[in-house]
């Protein structure tokens, strides 16, 4: 839809995810008219807040980037300012060649500046290797390359599977001698192609961080949970008029145009002042407009039996469970599977690029103790190389990470684990007991903890992670181009730009603005996509 500023027409936003919400939000405030859709029970996506032995706790994502905007001023805006807080401590481990040691300092997602940088989690010979890398000739990074790939020829394989992996692996739960520099460590790779050196990119790149002289946290949590945000989303979209509609299947996907269209549709744009040229979302019915802003029901019938006089004046028609609705402008925010399965008809090349992302899946293991039986050692829990052969990739002490469960939960301690990556099928086929079980042998391992739960919960995340592999922006490019061609339609979420909560936030906006005809956003998400960092020792 070609837009030339805000106005009151009838966007269809697919998905209610935190991506979806967030549009939906953003799409309100500058006056639209808005129907979310949802295929499940609930709102928030990978965000699910619940409890566990009485206590709230995250069963999703549970720490989001701060040093980006658009997380913690969504956050703020909808209410949730005296809700933020930063962990309680940063402070994180590496399980690694049989000990837990401290998270090294001075890298940049894995990589270091300096050998030194590494000591005591690499070998004499792999510290040694590092060395190497200023005297070795330039590599080329072309358009792109997997960041284990580069790393490894230019420091050794050993910085790679013993920290560049795990901290990779946490985000993406991916593999990483296949996922892309461009799009998971942009900065890397844009110092990469201007450097000789690896190492002195690095430090180049941490000297400018330390000069912007970034202060505050750099991650941040909400009181209750993360997964509060959504809810509080939510909350706000009903409030100031939008709707959401849970346990909706959008079925079909279809553009439509006016009576005596020779086309699919001209689009209408937002006029300025927030009128809309040509209604949005309504029916004429001879000199009135009868406004379906839930749309038409199917006994109304599709657009082609309705008179003349009384077909809808709109751009597209989404059928979602018993209804048919008609908007102006729809905004896409579900995962790419489910996109691709939407577009076959009127994007069949975007729909070919979108089937084509593959998916990680993972399981967390949360686990709740009587605080009296438990010792851990300090800190915001440990992350573990796929190298070193353990079931587990990582736990999170979320009681010593967050303070507020622990000021909630005084007699009680809750971690958790996370299990499961890229290409790994044989541990997710296991059942919640068994998943129980190899959590508690690993942890036992790691930190001597011999107790009993005194409650459990897995919750598995089917597909719940995309994947980027090398030449993911070139695809996502590809993907944003043939749905510019289709006016009125945008697409957003975790399988574009980044797959952390301020990216898919960051998506939503641009989403919007390229419905309302500003196309600045999409481009510049295209072009640097937002790195999702590891926080700590969380997944």
């Given amino acids: 839809m070609s837009a030339t500023g805000t106005g009151s027409g009838h966007v269809v936003v697919i998905g209610a995810g935190i991506a979806g919400l967030a549009a939906a939000h953003r799409l309100l405030q500058r006056g639209a008219r808005v129907t979310v859709l949802e295929a499940s029970d609930r709102v928030g996506g990978k965000l699910l807040p619940g409890e566990i032995a009485g206590a709230r706790v995250d069963f999703g994502a549970e720490s989001m980037l701060a040093r980006r905007p658009e997380a913690v001023a969504l956050a703020r805006e909808i209410g949730l300012t005296d809700r933020l807080q930063p962990p309680a401590t940063a402070t994180a481990s590496l399980w690694t060649r049989g000990a837990l040691r401290p998270m090294p300092k001075g890298h940049v997602m894995g990589v270091p500046g300096t050998a030194a940088a590494l000591t005591g989690v690499l070998s004499d010979e792999g510290l040694a290797r590092i060395e190497r890398d200023?005297?070795?000739?330039?590599?080329?990074?072309?358009?792109?390359?997997?960041?284990?790939?580069?790393?490894?020829?230019?420091?050794?394989?050993?910085?790679?599977?013993?920290?560049v992996e795990p901290l990779l692996g946490g985000v993406y739960a991916g593999?990483?001698?296949?996922?892309?520099?461009?799009?998971?460590?942009?900065?890397?790779?844009?110092?990469?192609?201007?450097?000789?050196?690896?190492?002195?990119?690095?430090?180049?790149?941490?000297?400018?961080?330390?000069?912007?002289?970034?202060?505050?946290?750099?991650?941040?949590?909400?009181?209750?949970?993360?997964?509060?945000?959504?809810?509080?989303?939510?909350?706000?979209?009903?409030?100031?008029?939008?709707?959401?509609?849970?346990?909706?299947?959008?079925?079909?996907?279809?553009?439509?145009?006016?009576?005596g269209s020779d086309s699919a549709g001209e689009p209408r744009a937002f006029a300025?002042?927030?009128?809309?040229?040509?209604?949005?979302?309504?029916?004429?019915?001879?000199?009135?407009?009868?406004?379906?802003?839930?749309?038409?029901?199917?006994?109304?019938?599709?657009?082609?039996?309705?008179?003349?006089?009384?077909?809808?004046?709109?751009?597209?028609?989404?059928?979602?469970?018993?209804?048919?609705?008609?908007?102006?402008?729809?905004?896409?925010?579900?995962?790419?599977?489910?996109?691709?399965?939407?577009?076959?008809?009127?994007?069949?090349?975007?729909?070919?690029?979108?089937?084509?992302?593959?998916?990680?899946?993972?399981?967390?293991?949360?686990?709740?103790?009587?605080?009296?039986?438990?010792?851990?050692?300090?800190?915001?829990?440990?992350?573990?190389?796929?190298?070193?052969?353990?079931?587990?990739?990582?736990?999170?002490?979320a009681s010593q990470k967050w303070g507020w469960i622990a000021d909630e939960n005084p007699d009680l301690l809750?971690?958790?684990?996370?299990?499961?990556?890229?290409?790994?099928?044989?541990?997710?086929?296991?059942?919640?007991?068994?998943?129980?079980?190899?959590?508690?042998?690993?942890?036992?391992?790691?930190?001597?903890?011999?107790?009993?739960?005194?409650e459990t919960r897995v919750t598995r995340w089917n597909d719940g992670l995309p994947q980027y592999p090398v030449g993911h922006h070139a695809r996502v490019a590809r993907i944003r181009e043939h749905v510019g061609k289709l006016p009125g339609l945008a697409v957003c979420g975790a399988v574009y730009d980044g797959v952390g909560i301020p990216a898919c936030i960051a998506s939503a906006y641009a989403a919007v603005d390229q419905i309302q005809g500003d196309l600045r956003g999409v481009q510049e998400l295209t072009a640097n996509p937002v790195q999702s960092l590891h926080g700590g020792a969380g997944e």
């Fill in 414 to 454: 809750v971690l958790r684990t996370s299990v499961g990556r890229y290409g790994e099928t044989e541990i997710l086929q296991r059942e919640d007991a068994e998943l129980v079980d190899v959590s508690r042998h690993d942890l036992r391992e790691a930190t001597a903890l011999d107790a009993t739960p005194v």
């Fill in 134 to 163: 200023a005297d070795l000739p330039r590599t080329e990074v072309g358009e792109d390359v997997a960041v284990g790939e580069y790393v490894a020829a230019r420091l050794g394989r050993e910085v790679v599977d013993r920290l």
């Fill in 272 to 397: 300025p002042g927030g009128s809309a040229v040509g209604g949005f979302g309504a029916t004429r019915a001879g000199d009135e407009s009868v406004e379906h802003g839930a749309g038409l029901r199917p006994s109304d019938g599709p657009p082609s039996q309705l008179p003349a006089a009384a077909q809808p004046i709109a751009t597209w028609r989404v059928l979602a469970g018993d209804r048919a609705l008609y908007a102006d402008a729809v905004v896409i925010a579900v995962p790419a599977p489910a996109a691709g399965t939407l577009l076959r008809t009127e994007s069949p090349a975007a729909a070919a690029e979108l089937t084509a992302v593959e998916y990680a899946s993972m399981a967390l293991v949360t686990l709740a103790y009587r605080r009296a039986d438990v010792t851990l050692p300090a800190g915001s829990g440990f992350l573990v190389p796929p190298v070193d052969g353990r079931t587990i990739k990582a736990s999170t002490f």
């Fill in 175 to 259: 593999d990483a001698y296949r996922i892309s520099m461009r799009s998971a460590v942009p900065q890397l790779f844009q110092a990469a192609r201007t450097h000789d050196s690896l190492t002195r990119a690095v430090r180049e790149i941490q000297a400018k961080a330390a000069a912007n002289q970034q202060t505050g946290p750099v991650f941040m949590g909400i009181a209750g949970g993360v997964g509060s945000l959504p809810l509080a989303v939510a909350e706000s979209v009903r409030e100031r008029g939008g709707e959401i509609l849970t346990g909706m299947p959008v079925k079909e996907l279809r553009r439509v145009g006016p009576p």
